[in-house]
């Protein structure tokens, strides 16, 4: 098993453009979740999932959308790039809820310039 | 919602000393407990996770205790080795809103040879 794999590593954005960061898990977990780790600040969830077609604001939402068409996928999109959203984002996923411990991915590494 | 406080944020130690995380959390309500090490350029991964129902939980050299009434928990890492050395997070969530965790800022260890 790959386990959860995301993609891009790295992206550098100008502000105002958009872009969708891809995550793909091969675990059958239920449960998705994406994440946002900025310096000094811990993981902060910006959108989770319970199953394919539906999904769930986090703490810190704004100025992200994303979608779970499948139990595999589960991408966030970032409409309107701005310099507040340069950070390290994580996606996970858990079997489900709970106790459940989240499986992370690698990472990708956004800039906005 | 649920705060969870982390420290210290950096800590050195020499190997084969002991170390020691602290967190504080927000919410009585809060029954599951995980600490995630994140080593560089990687995604966090579960190294213990305690629940409420249980006092201290051990795996080899790492122990993790909780006291609900003062709503802390810690960390303990004893005989450190120089693989030791990462970021370690706490969190804490709430099994009636058992998807959401909460997670500290992070510690960074470092095990000096």
């Known amino acids: 098993n790959a386990g959860v794999t995301q993609t891009p590593k790295f992206r550098i954005l100008k502000i105002g453009q958009s872009m969708t960061l891809q995550c793909t898990q091969d675990?059958?977990?239920?449960?998705m979740y994406w994440y946002r780790q900025d310096p000094g600040m811990g993981l902060k969830l910006i959108y989770y999932?319970?199953?394919?077609?539906?999904?769930d604001k986090g703490e810190v939402p704004n100025g992200y959308n994303v979608s779970r068409s499948t139990t595999e996928d589960f991408p966030l999109r970032l409409e309107l790039a701005a310099p507040s959203q340069t950070s390290v984002y994580f996606c996970?996923?858990?079997?489900?809820?709970?106790?459940?411990?989240?499986?992370f991915g690698p990472g990708t590494r956004l800039t906005v310039l | 919602g649920e705060n969870v406080e982390q420290h210290p944020s950096t800590l050195s130690v020499q190997e084969g000393d002991s170390a020691v995380i602290k967190c504080t959390y927000s919410?009585?309500?809060?029954?599951?407990f995980p600490w995630y090490k994140q080593e560089l350029g990687k995604g966090p991964q579960l190294i213990i996770d305690?629940?409420?129902?249980?006092g201290e939980k051990k795996d080899q050299r790492i122990a993790v205790t909780l006291n609900k009434t003062a709503k802390h928990f810690s960390l303990h890492i004893t005989e450190t080795q120089p693989e030791d050395s990462a970021v370690y997070f706490c969190?804490?969530?709430?099994?009636?809103?058992?998807?959401?965790?909460?997670f500290g800022a992070g510690t960074t260890v470092t095990v000096r040879a």
């Open positions: 969190a804490a969530s709430i099994s009636s809103n058992d998807y959401k965790l909460s």
């Open positions: 675990m059958n977990h239920n449960y």
């Open positions: 919410d009585s309500a809060s029954n599951y």
């Open positions: 999932s319970v199953g394919a077609g539906i999904t």
């Open positions: 305690i629940r409420s129902n249980v």
């Open positions: 996970a996923s858990s079997l489900a809820g709970g106790y459940n411990e989240q499986f």
